[in-house]
């Protein structure tokens, strides 16, 4: 028994080793980049169907991928989006098993979210692949018809009303904790913030804050859409993030919300660039700014 404890113990040590190393710190900054450039696109995209000028487009990540494929050199272009995406998964797979050196990156919470945002990435970098190789439908279909297509077959299992809804209210709860988390500025822990300069530090604090919230509020009003067709028993009551985006038009402020929430998406990308540029090391502990 010791020495399976021993192993055990070993294997453990060697894992957190590995995911607090140089090359897991490389792995997370390309994920990282990735992250912004999609927010980013989505961000450009939202603005251009704000301003009435793209109303053609997809502002959610399909028409984001869909948008990089159609550049000179797109197929390069997703590929290397699919590195990149790949990347984020296998970093937050890693903080998830092992956890993270940041302050509370042991805790339970902490580790489950990275397990989801692993899972997430890693559907995503198969959409993408499937786009590049055979054009599946992540490439000719929109976030929303999958939405709701996906909701449709839940809906029908047994005790699927039940599930939609807890996805639902999950994605309200997580939207919810991310605008928090923003408006506290919690994404500094994340940051190497002393080798930043104080304005560069206002600027980054702005972007996280902005940006935070922003994707916060998208992620718990599609939240709120989920529940609504779990509660009317409706798969079309769901909406992807594009719909979701879109429905901010429909308020008594109109397109100026919409273009409010795609700036914050667009925010949120510059953050994206900012974070991989000063990701904490683990070797890096410096305090968070006050």
Known sequence: MAIRNGGTAGARSQGRRLADSHAMSVVARVGLCARGAINVLVGVLAVRIGLGAGSGDEADRSG??????????????????????AAMALWRLSEAVFGSSVPGGDKWTRRLGS?????????????V??????????????????????????????????????????????????????????????????????????????????????????????????????VKFDPSKAKGLDE??????????????????????????????????WHKTPERSDPPAR
């Open 64 to 85: 984001a991928v869909r948008t990089i494929g159609e550049q000179p050199f797109g197929r390069f272009l997703l590929w290397a989006l699919v590195v990149g995406l």
């Open 115 to 127: 397990l989801v945002l692993a899972v997430f990435y890693a559907v995503i970098s198969i959409g």
């Open 129 to 230: 692949v499937q786009t590049v190789l055979v054009g599946g439908s992540s490439g000719s279909r929109s976030g929303n018809e999958t939405s709701k297509e996906y909701t449709a077959r839940v809906l029908e299992w047994p005790g699927g009303r039940f599930l939609v809804g807890g996805v639902g209210a999950v994605l309200v709860i997580v939207g919810v904790v991310m605008a928090v988390r923003a408006v506290m500025r919690k994404f500094e822990e994340d940051l190497q913030t002393g080798d930043m300069s104080p304005r560069t530090r206002r600027v980054v604090a702005l972007l996280g804050i902005v940006g935070g919230v922003a994707c916060g509020a998208a992620a718990a009003v599609a939240g709120l859409f989920i529940l609504l067709a779990a």
């Open 244 to 277: 979701t985006l879109r429905s901010f038009a429909d308020t008594p402020a109109g397109p100026v919300l919409l273009i409010a929430a795609a700036i914050g998406f667009l925010l949120f990308g510059l953050y994206s660039f900012c974070e991989a540029r």
